[in-house]
């Protein structure tokens, strides 16, 4: 099979021929026929992830095919079409993966949607819903709102029933977030926490940027606000002042969709079945906005470094 390998830190993907997989008790082989590109797959290169894979190694944290082969004890029938949150391995013509991270398609679905759903969806519904309690009426706010990540906020918060605020730089992407149903748009190079007070304040805050834009947000909140920082794709952790989140009851919810995998499973596969249900019945519209193909992978991660990707970047093979 061909993959993108990554063989040293800091360096390109390099297109290599290799054996291809085979599953295992639990797993299943996929024919991948198209591997989403997230933020997380640059921090690989760079060996700054929350999980590392020993090099060399072909990086894909989700993709979408066909179950080709099933190893002992997996329950999935060969020849279905499934979404997989593999973690890493999509970017390669086949892929093994635990049968329990897989998500049958709705018919209909292309490779292209599906390829790019899960993790930036899943983020979303699992942060919004049983992390923050996102409430129909609050006032959401969400940074880098034109990002794969942060579209999916906008969608969900607004299909939850929440008054959503899209932060996101340039009138191009801040129309993408207004196409996704945001109710307010504030450019990034603006003053935003002056513009969200002026809005009534923000009760949840949905942060994938860090650094300033965070510590703006996090001053624009009411008292008993929510915060989920997801991110930062401005390179910047900010540091969070606990004399702010006492005098303001405000909440902090560490979220990282990965680790929940191994912690919560249960909770990756009830999110996959209602993001799934949603999409076959037209409640959800993912956007992708780069279809590249797998010798164009570098370029694709150059888009979500250089945060020129709205919406999902996805690599076709």
Same mark, same amino acid.
């Given at each position: ?11 390109? !993907? ?53 179950? +080709? ?18 973690? =890493?391995?999509?970017? /390669? ?18 490779? +292209?949607?599906?390829?790019? =759903? ?11 819903? &049983?992390?923050?309690?996102? #409430? ?16 999916? /906020?906008?969608? *969900?918060?607004? !299909? ?5 605020? #899209? ?6 992407? !801040? @129309? ?40 703006? #947000?996090?001053?624009?909140?009411? &008292? ?7 991110? =930062? ?6 540091? *969070? ?13 560490? =979220? ?9 499973? @249960? ?48 690599? +076709?093979?």
């Amino acid at each position: 099979m061909r993959a993108a390998v990554l063989e040293a830190l800091n360096s390109d !993907l390099v297109i290599r021929d290799m054996p291809a997989p085979q599953p295992g008790p639990g797993e299943v082989q996929v024919r991948v026929e198209a591997c989403g590109l997230n933020f997380a797959d640059t921090l690989v290169q760079k060996g700054r992830y929350q999980e590392n894979p020993d090099l060399p190694a072909v990086p894909g944290m989700e993709l979408a095919g066909v179950v +080709t082969a099933v190893g002992p004890g997996a329950d999935m029938p060969v020849g279905t079409r499934v979404a997989a949150y593999a973690g =890493f391995g999509g970017l /390669a013509e086949v892929a093994v993966v635990p049968a329990a991270v897989c998500a049958p398609l709705p018919e209909g679905m292309p490779a +292209t949607d599906a390829a790019g =759903f899960l993790v930036a969806y899943a983020t979303s519904h699992i942060a919004l819903g &049983p992390l923050a309690q996102l #409430a129909p009426g609050e006032r959401l706010l969400v940074t880098g709102a034109s990002g794969g990540v942060g579209l999916t /906020a906008v969608e *969900i918060g607004k !299909l939850m029933g929440a008054e959503v605020i #899209a932060v996101a730089r340039g009138a191009e992407k !801040l @129309e993408i977030a207004r196409a996704a149903g945001a109710d307010h748009l504030i450019d990034a190079g603006d003053d935003l926490r002056a513009a969200v007070k002026a809005l009534g304040g923000a009760d949840v805050v949905y942060d994938a940027v860090g650094g300033a834009g965070f510590d703006a #947000a996090l001053r624009s909140t009411n &008292p008993g606000a929510r915060l989920l920082p997801i991110g =930062f794709a401005s390179g910047e952790v900010p540091q *969070i002042p606990a004399n702010y989140l006492l005098v303001k009851n405000l909440t902090v919810i560490g =979220f990282w969709v990965g680790g929940y995998r191994s912690l919560r499973p @249960e909770v990756l596969r009830q999110s996959f079945e209602t993001l799934m249900g949603w999409y076959a019945e037209g409640r959800l519209t993912p956007h992708v906005s780069n279809v590249l193909s797998l010798e164009r992978v570098n370029e694709g991660l150059e888009l979500l470094r250089s945060r020129k990707a709205t919406g999902k970047v996805v690599i +076709t093979l």
